[in-house]
């Protein structure tokens, strides 16, 4: 049958469930919760960015008053393990400890203090004595695969759970490869050429909510974990495995998170502050400086990227020949599954018979790269987007034009995605649903392209425009899992239990809209809990863009059974059949007589304490099969100065295919956010380090990001399709429109001016040195 | 030591050391709505109106608030009856995880008390201070045109 497509409440801007405790400053983030006696803790952090830890002497700090517990190395489990929060076994390396005799990055974890303030935590952090030898560092990833390199993580514990190729021997994290036809046969047939290098920086998430935790024993002794987390469920298997403590003696609690964007996707604090707690016995927060935050949680990997492809004059591609080397920093998490990632989400957007892929991801003495939103796609596609745009400049054909020759379709496959999963092979699949012609249609539209490509400034200032299309997924397929459950109460309202975690994004709304569009009541029906692993169902947590599509069928399946429930009762209570019956707003009525009704209130009750009695209630599963990715088409005009070498984005446009969009207003806020994340990304963001590999500016004056002052006008395009596997035909938005702002800017920057900026970020040095080299090669 | 201020209207005796920060005395005295983002001005998570104006309250020694009128978000509008920016804010969007909402609503509140029917640039300009990396701004400042058309009416 196919699916009904006029939807009561899918598809409508209703306000945030959680909105009004928002604005009114009455929801609970981990830290507007106070216990009595609760202890501060603070980290001590390694000043060098590699060395050995001597000697390490305690006493002192532990005998200053109200210092209650103090760890190192020596009062806890060694158990190799991984930060990152990923389904299990994690397709991540086994290189990190609680704390080790090793220090690998400035700001690695060296001791964590429990004191009854802050001020006495600090005070003992000065009085804890260390003794390093320094060992040499190694800051560039191609260095550290060099024979002669320092070895990061020599020591012997350190492993891969899962078959992949792991030799921190040699400082390489992860590795990754696959071809498909003949890439060198394809080189052969193009009639253009192209071989260019590409180079992506640090970011930081920057997250208004630092990492923050507090850990306290509940009545029967058991570890209560209230963490600002995007996995629950993860921290409490890898806190159970590296404290050594039962799963089942272990409650993880997920209250409103102030921002996550892929940094909350890691165990960094939970199991310190909860070795803490079983120690003191006490409560214990642990929250991270702004500096912290900077320096110790997670980055985004930079990569330096070659892209070799082969064109022919008709436009169409021949060859794509994609090797990325990515810098991993001191950790490995995600340190396989971003490079993989960054080939799986970019070389099946485009039609070509003969591909090939290799990824490396090397060890250094730097910050840890981990989950950020787009997740490696974000540094490929601005490769991808840019050359894509060389290709058409290249045998004269307009950027859309070329695009829209090229793009996969509906109804079509990709042999990478069979070739490329995440720590195993992908999966085969062909598209439902490809929008991406009439996102690039509206976009053009909506930005004048046809009028404005055609402009050629002369001046000092010029302006130009460029276009990049894009693709992402929705979920894991065959490792992502997400469950929820739907009970009834006695008046005809209902409690949702995701185990889908909300980080702000909205999905306490969204997952309630697709509840109450099945249950055909108002979200004020609907009271929404997320992420308490003692009483919420299993869910892996938000990241891969999976909750709308993943946990959204998960709450769609049980609120099909609950459905299903109530027309059983309400029949029952009618005299008929389930099947002549209907429900509409908050009624069970019969589909002849309407007049034949009873209220869900009226069913709640019955079925809770008149007859037949059972609690009407349901739970379901999900996986997938299958990733379907949304698509996007992103459109900006800058203006360059060329005398100071500023660029300026005048306007953004950003048409997005996200299926059905279950709440446009949040749909749009995920895009419109993510786009400003790009561009503050693309112009300003970047990780500065002195020779000893300290970064120099972890704090908003000296890594500054986007204000609202800084933002151009920004329009977000939502265009709709219809995913038959989606909640209501959804597919996610969650990230894939952060990819967009580096390539788009580099390409509009060309159209300006005549440059190709192929190493970001774009600051103003840069694009003068990029028009100095233009004007010297002209003159030769 | 002891100060005596009015919080959201309501006059308060605070005991307060020499070196205590407003923003760890508010938190402490259960206005939760006080985020706090980074402790050194930079990011607008913890604004509050002292007088009227919006001010960085990481940056503000308690002691210096003896005497003054002090605004937190809890005392801009509640669930049952909520300020205007509060109500627009929900219904544009403006707010995905809310931490910089509270700072960002009371710079807002401080700029519709000066000037109520402000021009995008100038709202722009008021919420410079206050961080958001979730939305992009665009929601937050139809938002707070929204609340100004409210106000006016």
């Known amino acids: ?780 | 030591m002891k100060i005596t201020t009015a919080i959201n209207g309501q006059k308060k005796v605070l005991s307060v050391e020499p070196n205590d920060v407003l923003l760890d005395v508010l938190r402490r005295e259960g206005y939760k709505g006080v985020k706090e983002g980074c402790r050194k001005g930079t990011c607008g998570a913890c604004v509050i109106l002292l007088n009227g104006k919006a001010v960085n309250s990481c940056l503000i020694l308690a002691v210096r608030a003896a005497g003054q009128q002090i605004t937190t978000i809890e005392g801009l509008g509640t669930p049952d009856a909520p300020h205007p920016l509060q109500r627009t804010f929900v219904d544009a969007g403006a707010i995905q995880c809310g931490y910089c909402t509270p700072g960002a609503m009371l710079s807002a509140k401080a700029l519709l008390d000066e000037i109520p029917h402000p021009s995008e640039a100038q709202v722009r300009e008021a919420l410079d201070g206050n961080l958001c990396r979730c939305t992009g701004y665009v929601k937050q400042v139809q938002a707070v045109l929204a609340a100004s058309r409210i106000l006016k009416r």
């Open chain 1, 1 to 780: 049958m196919p699916q009904k497509r006029t939807f009561n409440i899918v598809g409508i801007s209703v306000p945030k469930v959680d909105g009004v405790s928002l604005a009114t400053g009455s929801a609970q983030f981990t830290d507007d919760f106070e216990l009595r006696s609760m202890l501060h803790a603070r980290m001590l952090r390694s000043p060098h960015a590699h060395a050995r830890i001597r000697k390490i002497d305690t006493s002192e700090a532990a005998r200053l008053p109200g210092v209650h517990g103090i760890l190192t190395y020596k009062n806890v489990p060694r158990v190799a393990h991984t930060t990152a929060g990923q389904g299990h076994p994690e397709p991540s390396p086994y290189d990190t400890f609680l704390f080790d005799r090793k220090v690998r990055y400035v700001g690695d974890a060296v001791a964590a203090v429990a004191a009854d303030t802050l001020q006495i935590a600090n005070q003992a952090l000065q009085l804890i004595q260390v003794d390093y030898e320094i060992l040499d560092p190694v800051f560039d990833p191609h260095q550290a695969l060099q024979k002669d390199a320092p070895i990061i993580h020599d020591e012997p514990d350190a492993y891969a759970p899962l078959p992949v190729i792991y030799e921190p021997q040699r400082n390489l994290a992860a590795h990754v490869d696959m071809e498909i036809g003949d890439v060198e046969a394809g080189f052969h047939q193009a009639d253009v050429l192209l071989d260019n290098q590409y180079s992506t920086h640090y970011g930081a998430h920057a997250a208004l909510e630092t990492h923050i935790v507090i850990t306290y024993l509940d009545e029967q002794n058991r570890l209560v974990i209230r963490t600002s987390t995007q996995v629950p469920f993860h921290v409490r298997r890898i806190v159970a495995r590296v404290l050594q403590q039962p799963v089942s003696r272990i409650r993880v609690v997920k209250p409103r998170i102030g921002g996550a964007f892929g940094g909350k996707q890691e165990i960094i604090l939970e199991a310190i502050s909860g070795a803490l707690t079983l120690l003191t016995r006490r409560p214990v927060k642990l929250q991270l400086t702004r500096e912290e935050e900077f320096m110790c949680t997670r980055t985004r990997h930079p990569q330096h990227i070659r892209l070799k492809s082969g064109v022919k004059k008709d436009g169409s591609l021949t060859a794509l020949d994609l090797s990325i080397l990515m810098n991993a920093g001191a950790y490995g998490p995600h340190a396989l599954t971003v490079v993989c990632n960054s080939g799986s989400k970019t070389l099946p957007l485009y039609r070509c018979p003969n591909v090939r892929f290799e990824g490396n991801t090397a060890y250094t003495n730097l910050p840890i790269g981990g989950a950020y939103r787009g997740y490696g796609a974000t540094q490929a596609f601005f490769a991808m987007g840019v050359q894509m745009d060389e290709m058409a400049h290249a045998i004269g054909m307009d950027p859309p034009t070329f695009h829209k020759r090229n793009h996969i379709r509906a109804g079509e496959g990709s042999p990478v995605f069979q070739a490329l999963g995440e720590g195993k092979k992908g999966v085969e699949m062909k598209l439902n649903t490809c929008g991406l012609d009439a996102c690039i249609d509206q976009g053009a539209r909506a930005i004048s392209w046809h009028t404005k490509r055609r402009r050629r400034d002369k001046g000092v200032r010029r302006r130009g425009v460029g276009m990049v299309c894009l693709m992402q997924g929705s979920a894991i397929p065959e490792i992502d899992m997400a469950a929820a459950t739907i009970t009834m109460n006695d008046d005809g309202s209902f409690i949702l239990l995701a185990g889908a975690t909300d980080l702000g994004t909205g999905s306490d709304t969204v997952l309630a809209q697709i509840a109450a569009e099945i249950l055909s009541v108002t979200t004020d029906q609907i009271v929404v809990h997320s992420s308490d692993t003692d009483f919420t169902p299993f869910d892996v947590g938000a990241y891969a863009s999976s909750t709308t599509y993943l946990s959204g069928n998960a709450v769609k399946h049980a609120a099909e059974q609950v459905r299903q429930q109530i027309l059983r009762v309400a029949s029952e209570m009618l005299n008929t059949e389930p099947s002549m019956l209907m429900l509409r707003k908050g009624t069970v009525m019969h589909q002849k007589t309407t007049t034949r009704r009873v209220s869900l209130a009226d069913v709640a009750h019955y079925s809770l304490y008149q007859k037949n009695q059972f609690h009407i209630s349901a739970t379901a599963s999900q996986h997938t099969h299958i990733s379907p990715p949304p698509f996007a088409a992103h459109f900006a005009e800058v203006e360059v100065d060329t005398e100071t070498g500023e660029i300026r984005v005048l306007e953004y446009v950003a048409a997005v295919d996200c299926g059905t969009a279950i709440n446009p207003a949040l749909a749009e806020g995920q895009t419109e956010g993510a786009i400003v994340n790009g561009i503050s990304f693309a112009l300003i963001e970047e990780f500065h380090f002195d020779a000893r590999g300290r970064m120099l500016n972890p704090n908003f004056n000296y890594y500054s990001i986007f204000s609202a002052r800084d933002v151009p006008p920004i329009k977000a395009i939502l265009v709709p399709t219809h995913e038959p596997t989606g909640p209501f035909g959804a597919k996610s938005i969650a990230e894939i429109s952060i990819n967009g702002p580096l390539p788009a800017i580099s390409n509009a920057v060309y159209h300006a001016v005549g440059i190709r900026l192929r190493h970001a970020p774009f600051t103003p040095q840069h694009v003068l040195d990029a028009l100095r080299n233009q004007g010297r090669q002209k003159k030769l």
